[in-house]
């Protein structure tokens, strides 16, 4: 039974020059995601929307940490007349730094900025699905003439 599920139809039934048929509604709905003008405005609308959110995160503090450690041991001759001499030691170190730029005159201006562009791609990809839709009905139109 599952064979027959996924058995090709007979070659008598299909013409092999049968030209695939789509309805209107389908070629609208992938005319909506499939252009590539379609696909380049939605990329610049999540370009602008990683935009917003680095002009955001200037609100974030940064914090760097640097941290080291050794360990060094030393067996020394002096002088043949004395005996060795054996030292160890244990290095370490630690840093860490907080940043954050309490006042920033542009840091409103960017913010509004980026929000408005993300605005203006979105507009942008509306304007691309409609074109791309408003070519796909001419299409359908133009092929049932």
Not at 37 to 62: F, M, Y
Not at 115 to 141: C, D, H, N, P, T
């Amino acid at each position: 039974m599952g064979a027959a599920l996924f058995a090709r139809p007979a070659a008598a039934t299909v013409p092999e020059n049968a030209v695939p048929t789509i309805t209107l509604k389908e070629a609208l709905r992938r005319a909506e995601t499939d252009p590539p003008s379609v696909l380049v405005a939605a990329a610049a609308v999540q370009s602008a929307q990683a935009n917003e959110t680095l002009a955001r995160s200037g609100w974030i503090p940064s914090l760097t940490a640097e941290a080291q450690g050794g360990y060094s041991y030393d067996n020394r001759i002096i002088a043949s007349t004395f005996p060795k001499i054996n030292s160890s030691s244990i290095l370490t170190s630690a840093d860490a730094t907080v940043d954050w730029l309490g006042l920033s005159v542009s840091r409103f201006a960017n913010i509004d900025a980026a929000k408005a562009a993300v605005k203006a791609r979105g507009f942008s990809r509306e304007a691309a699905i409609r074109q791309a839709m408003l070519i796909a009905a001419e299409m359908y139109v133009r092929a049932y003439a």
